[in-house]
């Protein structure tokens, strides 16, 4: 089910996932009118269910969105599907956009949400994308538990490996970690692996051995075969948040090197006015629960932002009401020839 979009909305937040419908809620309990656009490529659609978010652990993340979505709709705002495209200045202004879709619709918004969260580039080993969000995982709070004492590999694909490594070490005490492209091990991190007796194997890693729907070993380059149940790997993370383009909003270089994200400060606000960010495209390791609350918590710095931009128009018009040029304009209206006789 979606809605039919209309002409214009205190706020369009683009994203449909665990942020976008979290800070949506929020503006619609508020009284604000609010979409969500939705493209409908959640990150976390691979995995079989949503893990670590109290009162809701083990829910699939299919049912997490839908139910989010008829809780947004019973306070009045409206999910819409669709890509946006591009998003320009509506006027001269601080605020106010223009929200065009990639089939043509066009929105206005006062202010806009963005929580497109992230898209996760995967490294090009034979057979790894298959099982991604099966035996092949990304984050030990996400799936250590349902991967505990299992024999676990840590692919080495990033900056990050050794630190995803003796992560995993608390789940399982049988840990390979895997060099693959990463330079070898520093002296510090060679003696941390080896004081938590994690092994590490060098080489290259062509491919994944898989029987019976199951993945059952890393195959290396040069043939060798190691035995894994499990395989940890850390992504490239990648934005889609071309749209911005044209308010100035890009993407940039993580500190971690994990890939990029939309810089913000505390409450979401960026540095485009008028635009906040939450979730994953601004946090890479936020989980499905600091999402939402990040969701939320930039919702409400919104609607205190048009609250004081409505309190400023009031109190211009209050002023307004009560000028001399207005009292003039009134008693012209009021005596016309007769106020030179009053």
Not at 20 to 49: E, K, T
Not at 70 to 75: K, M, N, P, S, T
Not at 313 to 341: I, K, Q
Request: charged share 25%.
């Amino acid at each position: 089910m979606t809605d039919q979009l209309r002409d214009g909305y205190d706020v369009v937040v683009v994203g449909g996932g665990a942020a976008g419908l979290s800070g949506a809620l929020m503006l619609a309990r508020a009284r604000r009118s609010v979409v969500v656009i939705d493209a409908g490529a959640p990150r976390n659609a691979p995995a079989a269910a949503v893990h670590g978010l109290l009162a809701r652990d083990g829910i699939r993340p299919g049912e997490l969105l839908e139910r989010g979505r008829a809780e947004v709709r019973g306070y009045g705002g409206q999910v819409v599907s669709g890509e946006v495209a591009t998003v320009d200045r509506e006027d001269s202004g601080q605020s106010g956009f223009a929200v065009t879709l990639s089939d043509g619709r066009r929105v206005r918004a006062r202010r806009l949400l963005v929580t497109t969260g992230l898209v996760d580039k995967l490294p090009q080993v034979s057979g790894l994308a298959a099982r991604w969000g099966r035996d092949v995982v990304h984050c030990p709070y996400c799936h250590g538990w349902e991967v505990r004492d299992q024999a676990i590999g840590v692919l080495g694909s990033g900056p990050m490996a050794v630190h995803q490594a003796l992560l995993f070490r608390q789940w399982s005490a049988d840990i390979t970690l895997f060099s693959h492209r990463m330079p070898p091990p520093t002296e510090e991190q060679a003696e941390q692996l080896a004081a938590r007796g994690i092994r590490v194997v060098d080489g290259e890693v062509s491919a994944l051995e898989i029987a019976e729907d199951r993945l059952v070993g890393v195959r290396l380059s040069d043939g060798r075969v190691v035995d894994r149940a499990v395989l940890a790997v850390a992504p490239r993370l990648a934005l889609r948040v071309g749209f911005l383009d044209p308010l100035g909003l890009r993407p940039a270089e993580h500190p971690s090197g994990m890939g990029e994200f939309l810089p913000c400060d505390a409450t979401g606000r960026t540095e485009a006015p008028g635009v906040w960010v939450a979730g994953n495209v601004t946090d890479p390791a936020a989980q499905v629960g600091s999402a939402a609350s990040a969701g939320a918590a930039a919702a409400a710095q919104i609607n205190a932002d048009l609250i004081a931009e409505e309190t400023r128009r009031a109190v211009a018009a209050h002023h307004e009401a009560f000028s001399h040029e207005t009292e003039a304009r009134v008693a012209d209206l009021v005596a016309g020839d007769r106020r030179h006789g009053l």
